[in-house]
Each structure stands twice: as structure tokens, then as C-alpha cells.
């Protein structure tokens, strides 16, 4: 008699939805959303990966005062949630870089804690200097069991080695080394903070606005949660399309909102990478489909499948697929209904994305276009009730017609508030 073999639940569920599961049948091509959410499930939820994390921090002169003191006390707090087998370094920087604590475990919690003790402010800015430190570190202990972060922190403008910046960023992503970049008060590059984060995007790199010392904490422990709570790596959506059906735009709309391009890999295959899978938040994809006209009846648009690996498992290459099947319908009111989670998100991607139009029509002087985005982007972000950010996009939209630039605090909290509005959904849903 044959035995049968349970076999392991996968780490993964995929689920798709599109924004209206009916649509018309008529003779021209429609726009389509399509939400792809990756969801960790069963035992993939209880693995954990030892970590393995560098701090590139920022200690010039500008840093006096409440901001090194609140950065000494959030990296302390980070060491003591760290587990022995999870590996630390810290750089230090100014117009020189220090290794001040070597790659090694977190095991003498107290001796890590006193060097940090020892962060003071001096010097300049240059922070390609503390990267390449940073990356030299990191590369001491990467390997695929294990969860690596640089964590990059500046008050200040680099002087002179942006371009050197950019290389390394694009360094750490041939290593699959995202890093986490984050701008403290207003007198930061965010530019390029932006492209060095975002030259590791696909690896789960990105770049954040700290408008107060005070909230730095909050944000280190961010990362760390998002580290610790890594369930999968190496991840790559792949969407096979039926004929007919071509994508337009491809989002990240989980963790954070970004526009991450695809990579065709056929004439009707594309494929984006997703790196990281988070235990909490997982991924959502939004896709923008161009349908072709059908006959009524119902229709495969695509097969999505995400591939992923389990190191702490010995799993290379797992698999999860779906179907995307959509009706067309000649009832005019059955192709009305919309789905209300898809559609939230697309509000959220439309924000963003006016808001990023916005700024670069400001920094290439063309006011008008920018006050009108900016106006756009306050409607949007009223209707899904962000009152307070909407306000400051409406007080830059004035700022712009009175003939002014946009202010710093504005420009920064329009760009990184809004990649954050989806985030706050998760976080909310998760609480109910």
C-alpha cells in the first residue's frame, strides 16, 4: 500500500484582485488595475534569519547637540534587541570614516553600547567615505541565511562625491545589499538620497525623511522589525499575459509606494523583483493592464507567479502561481462594481505620483504645472482622508503662485509622506 507524503505548506499565498472583475465588452482597449498581493502564511511565519546590519551614521558638525545625543540613545536600544547570532558594525563619518565597531555579533551588549557612548560630533560631510567602510563591513558576513541592511544616516549635504555615492549604491545592489537611507531635518540632499536608496529598490532599499532627532527610535526600530520579521528572499513576481493584454505601469504599493518599471522577459512575460518578503506586510503590486476588446464571456488575462527563497529551510526556488480571469459582460451596472481595496490603492499610487510629477515641474521652473499637480494631489489625498497632507500640498500650491519656491519641509514631507500612505493602511488594518 502506498504511503502518502504531506508535503510542507508553502511560505507564500498569492492572491489577485482586480479593481472591477466585470468589465464591458465593447470594441476599443480598456485600462485594467490589477492588485498582486504576496502573503506570508503557515509555517513560513515562524522562520527567522540572524541579521546582519551596518549603521552609516553621520557625525559632523551639523549633528551638535539633541540630534547625535537622540541617535546614540536609538542605536543603543537597537543592540539591545539584537540576538547573539545577529552580526553589528557601525561606521561613523564626517569629512573621514571610522570603523567604530568592527563586524561582530551583538553578544557584549554593554562593551557595543559603550562605544557608541563615544559618537560625537565633528568635521564635515562626506559620505561616500562611510559607505564604502559601511560595504566592507557588511560583505564580512552577507550570505544567503542571512537577513543584511546598511542603514545610512545624514543631517547634510555630501560635498564633492555624489557620483561616488551613486557607485557604491549601485555596488550594493550587484551584492543584493539594499540600503535604508534616511535624511535628518531639513538641510539634506533628497535627491540624492533618493537614487542612492533607490539603485537598491529592487533588492527592498529605500529612502525616509526624519524631521525631528526625536523620531529617529522610531525609525531604526522600523528597520529592525522589517529585518527580523523576513520570512523570504530573492522574491521575483513573474506576470505571463495572454495576447492581447500589455502592461503600462507596474507599482510597489507594499511596504512602501514606488514605481518599479519591469523587465520584459518575453514579448507578453515581464518580471519584477521584490527581494525581502516582511511577515507583517508582505508585498502588493499594482498593475496597470491594457485589455483588448472581447466578446462577452469570461477570459484568462495573465498567470502571475511569484518564485522565492527559504535559506533558513534550504529552499531555492519555491513557487506559488494564480490565474487572473476577468468577464466580460454587456450589463452596464455589473461593469460598474469596483472593487474598493484596489481602488484604494490606486488613489493612494495616483497621489503619489502627482506629487512626484509636482516636484519635478518646481525644480525645473515650470510653477503653473506644478500648482496644478499639487492641486490634483490635495483632491486625491482629501478623498481618502488626508486631511494634513493635503493642507501642506495646498500651502505649497500657494507658495508657487506668490512667485516663492516650495519650501524644504514641504518639498520633503510631500515626497516621503506620501510613498508611506499605503503602509498606514496596513498598519491599521493590522490593529482591527
Known amino acids: 500500500m502506498a504511503r502518502m507524503v504531506e508535503m510542507p505548506e508553502k511560505a507564500l499565498k498569492l492572491q ?48 551638535a547637540g539633541e540630534k547625535v545625543a537622540n541617535l546614540r540613545e536609538a542605536v543603543k536600544l537597537v543592540i ?5 547570532d545577529d552580526i553589528i558594525s557601525i561606521v561613523i563619518f564626517d569629512d ?22 563615544k559618537i560625537t560630533d565633528r568635521g564635515g560631510t562626506e559620505m561616500s567615505k562611510g559607505m564604502r567602510l559601511g560595504l566592507n563591513e557588511l560583505r564580512k558576513n552577507m550570505g544567503r541565511d542571512r537577513v ?3 542603514v545610512l544616516l545624514t543631517d547634510g ?9 551613486i557607485r557604491l549604491a549601485k555596488e550594493c545592489q550587484e551584492f543584493g545589499l539594499p540600503i535604508v537611507a534616511f535624511g535628518l531635518g531639513e538641510d539634506w540632499n533628497e535627491e540624492l538620497l533618493d537614487e542612492v536608496a533607490g539603485a537598491t529598490s529592487s533588492s527592498g532599499g529605500f529612502s525616509e525623511f526624519i524631521q525631528e532627532p526625536s523620531q529617529i527610535l522610531m525609525h531604526f526600530q522600523d528597520v529592525l522589525r522589517s529585518m527580523k520579521g523576513t520570512v523570504a528572499k530573492n522574491a521575483y513576481l513573474t506576470l505571463r499575459l495572454v495576447q492581447g493584454v500589455s502592461p503600462r505601469q507596474v507599482w510597489r504599493v507594499l511596504p512602501l509606494i514606488s514605481n518599479l518599471g519591469y523587465q520584459p522577459l518575453s514579448d507578453r512575460d515581464v518580471q519584477v523583483p521584490l527581494g525581502d518578503i516582511e511577515r507583517d506586510v508582505g508585498q502588493a503590486i499594482l498593475v496597470e493592464l491594457l485589455i483588448p476588446p472581447r466578446p462577452a ?25 494564480t490565474d487572473v ?24 499610487a495616483t497621489a503619489f505620483r502627482l506629487q512626484t510629477q509636482a516636484l519635478a515641474a518646481a525644480k525645473s521652473g515650470d510653477y503653473e ?24 500640498a495646498l500651502e505649497e500650491a500657494k507658495r508657487l503662485e506668490q512667485g516663492e519656491g516650495m519650501s524644504s519641509v514641504g518639498t520633503k514631507r510631500l515626497r516621503y509622506e506620501t510613498q508611506r500612505l499605503t503602509r498606514r493602511l496596513s498598519e491599521q488594518q493590522g490593529q482591527e
Request: proline fraction near 4%; glycine fraction near 4%; hydrophobic fraction near 35%.
Open 80 to 84: 539591545d534587541q539584537l540576538e547573539p
Open 16 to 63: 489577485c484582485t482586480l479593481a472591477k472583475e466585470k468589465v464591458l465588452s465593447t470594441q476599443s482597449t480598456q485600462l485594467s488595475y490589477l492588485l498582486v498581493e504576496v502573503i506570508p502564511v503557515g509555517a513560513g511565519e515562524a522562520e527567522r534569519m540572524p541579521l546582519n546590519i551596518s549603521f552609516v551614521l553621520d557625525r559632523s558638525g551639523s549633528m
Open 325 to 348: 480571469i476577468i468577464e466580460y459582460t454587456t450589463d452596464e451596472a455589473a461593469a460598474k462594481q469596483v472593487n474598493a481595496k484596489v481602488m484604494n490603492f490606486v488613489e493612494k
Open 157 to 165: 549635504q555630501t560635498f564633492g562625491d555624489e557620483d561616488e555615492c
Open 96 to 117: 573621514r570614516a571610522e570603523v567604530l565597531v568592527p563586524s561582530q555579533p551583538a553578544s557584549d551588549k554593554e562593551g557595543l553600547k559603550r562605544l557608541v557612548d
Open 297 to 321: 464571456g469570461r477570459y484568462r488575462l495573465a498567470q502571475a507567479e511569484v518564485s522565492y527563497d527559504i535559506p533558513s529551510r534550504n529552499i531555492s526556488g519555491e513557487k506559488v502561481r
Open 148 to 150: 543584511s541592511r546598511m
Open 369 to 392: 504645472r506644478a500648482t496644478r499637480l499639487l492641486r490634483q494631489s490635495a483632491t486625491r489625498l482629501l478623498s481618502i482622508g488626508e486631511k494634513e497632507l493635503a493642507t501642506v
